[in-house]
């Protein structure tokens, strides 16, 4: 199971952490990713970060101003999110992936149930 926290709602410019935590099974042998998907679109890729930490990757819409870490002692991957804007705005999930970088949302295999983020000008 993955479990999204930290989505609230925010002025732009504001930043906020995202987590997500997994229970009931290990994750550190996996790429976890974030999307998110704002009402009437569809679900788009933000991050995702490797096993080991050691390399991540980004959407041009959040690169420069989000970051992606991980915890694999805690099971938990962290999002980073600066310089907020409205476009921001979406529920963001968690996701369990291959053991290689990847950005296409077919290629994970669990998801979390998201944690809305609401970004007002």
């Known amino acids: 199971q993955l479990v999204e926290s930290g989505g609230e709602s925010v002025q732009a410019g504001g930043s906020l952490r995202l987590s997500c935590t997994a229970s009931g099974r290990t994750v550190s042998s996996r790429t976890i990713a974030w999307f998110r998907q704002a009402p009437g679109e569809e679900r788009r890729f933000v991050a995702c970060?490797?096993?080991?930490?050691?390399?991540?990757d980004y959407a041009d819409s959040v690169k420069g101003r989000s970051t992606i870490s991980r915890d694999n002692a805690r099971n938990t991957v962290y999002l980073q999110m600066n310089s907020l804007k409205p476009e921001d705005t979406a529920v963001y999930y968690c996701a369990v992936g291959p053991v290689w970088l990847a950005r296409g949302a077919i290629d994970y295999i669990y998801w979390g149930q998201g944690t809305l983020v609401t970004v007002s000008s």
């Open positions: 970060i490797s096993r080991s930490g050691n390399e991540t």
